[in-house]
């Protein structure tokens, strides 16, 4: 069962960049399909990103589309989300999550079978 490590977090400013990263443990990544979810305080846990196996295909939630990228390398066993131009309404807890199969755009919780700590990320305005 793969481990999931998120890193990068920290606070930042809203217009600034930074990038999240998700590390594996224990098994490759290659043949699973990745994505970020984020929970604000008091708020419902979120889809955010998603890619398939191979990187080859990726969707967005409305609200990070254009502004949000998630990549991976599959020889780094590692997922990336790169956050650019982050608002305020950006703070949350961000979450790495995995799951093996053919590539759907999953976007619910349940859909996903593997999930990281989390780390936090909070934009200041």
């Known amino acids: 069962q793969a481990q999931l490590v998120e890193s990068g977090g920290g606070l930042v400013q809203a217009g600034d960049s930074l990038r999240l990263s998700c590390a594996a443990s224990?098994?490759?990544?290659?043949?699973?399909?990745m994505g970020w979810f984020r929970q604000a305080p008091g708020k419902e846990r979120e889809f955010v990103a998603g890619?398939?196996?191979?990187?080859?295909?990726?969707h967005y939630s409305e609200s990070v589309k254009d502004r949000f990228t998630i990549s991976r390398d599959n020889a780094k066993n590692t997922v990336y989300l790169q956050m650019n131009s982050l608002k305020p309404e950006d703070t949350a807890v961000y979450y790495c999550?995995?799951?093996?199969?053919?590539?759907?755009?999953?976007?619910?919780?349940?859909?996903?079978?593997?999930w990281g700590q989390g780390t936090q990320v909070t934009v200041s305005s």
């Open positions: 999550v995995g799951r093996k199969g053919v590539y759907v755009r999953y976007t619910m919780e349940s859909e996903y079978n593997y």
């Open positions: 224990g098994r490759s990544l290659s043949s699973y399909n």
């Open positions: 890619i398939s196996w191979s990187g080859g295909s990726t």
